[in-house]
């Protein structure tokens, strides 16, 4: 059973209709940093994500706007409304997709009116996300850069060390559009009280938290270090 992101209770796709898409797809691989579309192409396939993680990316420069991990469909939208991608799709790590063509993903949507009521579902949960993002644009940047490191541990894009601290390989840039494009110098110093209270410390490409349970505390507004 593929299950929608962050919410596996409700399947996208059951082990009956992943094994019947899987018979008209094909499986494509790529190594981290490589793409698999990219903004302004056609929008001709869909591919269902089924190891590893990607980055949606948009812009020039481009910057993150959302990850996705296993049991999310990415590029979607463009088949079903014809349009060219709105994003890039990158592997973020070694990334595992099914590749979908776009008319035998309609074909499939429509025959299985239960998979086009979950992806609904899962299209509104990443609005919902993106309404919540917005809400949380009045919190405090400490607290809000705080909720962001711990959405992306909880989804399972951190490298887990023995001593319990967790390796996020996003530079403060990356960061810093997850929260909020025009914030990158506020985050900026936000990292820095952060490393002074020896919450993270961040190397090349990477922020390590060393102690999450207090971001943990920052993100629910228990703590501070401004």
């Not at 209709?17 to 018979?23: A, K, M």
């Not at 979908?100 to 899962?122: E, I, N, Q, S, T």
Request: net charge neutral; charged share 25%; hydrophobic share 45%.
């Amino acid at each position: 059973m593929v299950t929608r992101p962050d919410q596996p209770a409700m399947p996208l796709l059951t082990a009956e209709e992943l094994d019947e898409l899987s018979t008209f797809g094909r499986p494509v691989r790529r190594s981290a940093g490589q793409p698999f579309f990219l903004e302004g192409e056609p929008g001709d396939f869909a591919l269902l994500i089924t190891k590893g993680h990607v980055k949606a990316m948009r812009g020039s420069p481009p910057r993150i706007i959302d990850i996705r991990g296993p049991g999310a469909i990415v590029g979607e939208m463009a088949v079903i409304r014809g349009q060219a991608r709105m994003a890039s799709i990158i592997a973020f790590s070694d990334v595992e997709a099914l590749y979908l063509p776009g008319p035998v993903w309609l074909k499939f949507l429509y025959d299985h009116p239960r998979a086009m009521h979950a992806l609904l579902a899962m299209t509104d949960d990443l609005a919902d996300r993106a309404t919540r993002r917005n809400v949380e644009s009045e919190l405090a940047i400490e607290q809000q850069l705080a909720k962001r490191l711990v959405e992306l541990v909880d989804r399972g894009l951190g490298e887990q060390a023995e001593d319990g601290s967790v390796l996020l390989r996003f530079n403060q840039q990356d960061i810093a559009t997850l929260v909020g494009a025009k914030k990158l110098d506020s985050v900026k110093k936000i990292i820095a009280r952060l490393k002074a209270a020896d919450i993270v410390v961040t190397g090349r490409q990477s922020v390590t938290i060393i102690e999450p349970a207090a971001l943990r505390d920052i993100a629910d507004g228990n703590l501070t270090v401004t």
